[in-house]
Nanobody, 126 residues
Framework: EVQLQASGGGLVQAGKSLKISCAYS???????IAWFRQAPGKEREAVSC????????YYADSVKGRFTISSDNAKNTVYLEMNSLKPEDTAVYYC????????????????????WGQGTQVTVSS
């Protein structure tokens, strides 16, 4: 059974950093873990994706240069390090997983990810 669990969210001031985690289990080789976020009253937004087999990385333009996605395969955990946080980064952050081939399309085809974790709240104060 595939399971994902996001953690590490919290309240942080604008300009500061925060690192959230997604612990996963039940995947075979060549899978993708993606981060999505949803702010109140807004549509879900794709944030970043990583293929754990060959470490290909994908970022939304809104976070490129500020956020870094990484994977520790030994710990079955994917991280999202968020720097220079802005109030507009405030959202519930969700991690999702599925086949690695989905990663290049994670922003256009989020529904292709069949496994989702519960969200973790990130709040950035101004």
């Amino acid at each position: 059974e595939v399971q994902l669990q996001a953690s590490g969210g919290g309240l942080v001031q604008a300009g500061k950093s925060l690192k959230i985690s997604c612990a996963y289990s039940g995947f075979n080789v060549d899978y993708a873990i993606a981060w999505f976020r949803q702010a109140p009253g807004k549509e879900r937004e794709a944030v970043s994706c990583i293929t754990t087999f060959d470490n290909k990385l994908y970022y939304a333009d809104s976070v490129k240069g500020r956020f870094t996605i990484s994977s520790d395969n030994a710990k079955n955990t994917v991280y999202l390090e968020m720097n220079s946080l802005k109030p507009e980064d405030t959202a519930v952050y969700y991690c999702a997983g599925d086949r690695g081939a989905l990663c290049p399309y994670y922003d256009d085809y989020p529904e292709g990810f069949g496994h989702w974790g519960q969200g973790t709240q990130v709040t950035v104060s101004s």
